[in-house]
């Protein structure tokens, strides 16, 4: 089955206490991407993916790293995590050309206390 | 830069009521138009899409008709039910640039 998986789904950390949700994809897309979604603000983009070692900003990117090793995997790195990035996360992934769809993960729910 | 701006939520609709959420966007050239659904605790999908003026992407009783003259992309259904409750984002993608989202609209639908 064609999916992206991210993990954890929840999670509760403390500030400051570095820590990483795991994004890999299953169907070869050379794209891949990062997003939170907050209340009225809809979905903002953190850093994406154009293929392996090829990353770079997105709108919201302050805080956050990302790393693209390999073609299925794209974890997002907080280094020291502080309570404005208490968010839902999502991770998605879509292959060159085509008509541009989105495949998205079924999101991260992180509070940061 | 390209942009989508969306009806304001929260809509609430009785079962059977017909739906329209509207979507306009902004952007040079041609882009592909999408809606895509986020039902509670999931991630987003895809919906339905259209790639060029005057396509109609539709997907279980839902449409949306690509206008270039109003750059809009209205959503719609004749008669909703319960299980279309949701979060539904408008969104258009250019080229190789980013997929950019509208700001989503909250349905509920009362049975």
């Known amino acids: 089955e064609a999916q992206v998986t991210q993990n954890p789904r929840y999670l509760i950390t403390v500030t400051g206490k570095k820590l990483t949700v795991t994004c890999s994809q299953n169907?070869?897309?050379?794209?891949m991407s990062w997003y939170r979604q907050d209340p009225g603000l809809g979905l903002r983009q953190i850093y994406y993916?154009?293929?392996?070692?090829?990353?770079d900003k997105g709108d919201v990117p302050e805080g956050y790293k990302v790393s693209r090793k390999e073609k299925r995997n794209f974890p997002l790195i907080l280094e020291s995590p502080s309570p404005n990035q208490t968010s839902l996360y999502f991770c998605?992934?879509?292959?060159?050309?085509?008509?541009?769809?989105?495949?998205f993960g079924e999101g991260s729910r992180l509070t940061v206390l | 830069g390209n942009s989508v701006t969306q009806m304001e939520g929260p809509v609430t609709l009785s079962e059977e009521a017909f739906l329209t959420i509207n979507c306009t966007y902004t952007?040079?050239?041609?882009?592909?138009l999408f809606w895509y659904v986020q039902y509670p605790g999931e991630g987003l999908q895809l919906l339905l899409k259209?790639?060029?003026?005057?396509d109609k992407g539709s997907n279980k009783g839902f449409e949306a008709t690509y206008r270039k003259e109003t750059t809009s992309f209205h959503l719609e259904k004749g008669s909703v039910q319960v299980s279309d409750s949701a979060v539904y984002f408008c969104?258009?993608?250019?080229?190789?640039?980013?997929?950019?989202f509208g700001q989503g609209t909250r349905l509920t639908i009362n049975p």
């Open positions: 998605a992934s879509r292959a060159h050309g085509g008509t541009g769809e989105l495949f």
């Open positions: 169907m070869n897309h050379e794209y």
């Open positions: 952007a040079t050239g041609y882009p592909s």
């Open positions: 259209a790639t060029k003026a005057d």
């Open positions: 969104a258009l993608i250019q080229g190789a640039q980013k997929l950019v």
């Open positions: 993916s154009m293929n392996v070692e090829v990353t």
